[in-house]
């Protein structure tokens, strides 16, 4: 089977820097994203790792390390509108879907 | 581009009545999926399609049946709908496996009286 364990909220002020961790246990690794959701809204693809290291994408970045079973998502610069919860998935052994964390919900206040 | 769109998206319905959700992609992706998304609970696999005449099974597939006839359409069905299916049901499409992130669509909110 597999898990995901990430925290269930966290707060934030405008400007900071916020690293949003996730941990997991597979039976096989497969690739590891992270969504982002607002509020009443559908997730939005955010990133995507698979080897070990980090990945940035403006002020997002993400890292991964297969050995330790564990990723960040890391926020720079924070804006209200980062506010939303935070997905971290796993695809299943056979590679064919994703198994989801139940999010991180983010405020950030000014 | 329309992507991912989910009809309806909202209903109301009563205990036992049965209803389809239909989920339609024009992005010509092979995999779709179905989620429901619980408080608490984040979202949870109900069934999945690696392509047309496919099905398979997620972690939460009891009381729910599906059907992926044509490639762009994927159809999620409650036949005897009960009040722990109220939820929000979200469906979604990728090309295949490996890096390719899934899209989803806006959902659809069910209330089971």
Known sequence: GQNIDQPTEMTATEGAIVQINCTYQTSGFNGLFWYQQHAGEAPTFLSYNVLDGLEEK????SFLSRSKGYSYLLLKELQMKDSASYLCAARNQAGTALIFGKGTTLSVSS | NAGVTQTPKFRVLKTGQSMTLLCAQDMNHEYMYWYRQ???MG???IHYSVGEGTTAKGEVPD???V???KKQNFLLGLESAAPSQTSVYFCASSYEAGAQPQHFGDGTRLSIL
């Open chain 1, 58 to 61: 403006g002020r997002f970045s």
């Open chain 2, 38 to 40: 619980d408080p608490g």
């Open chain 2, 43 to 45: 979202l949870r696999l």
């Open chain 2, 63 to 65: 009381g729910y049946n």
């Open chain 2, 67 to 69: 059907s992926r006839l």
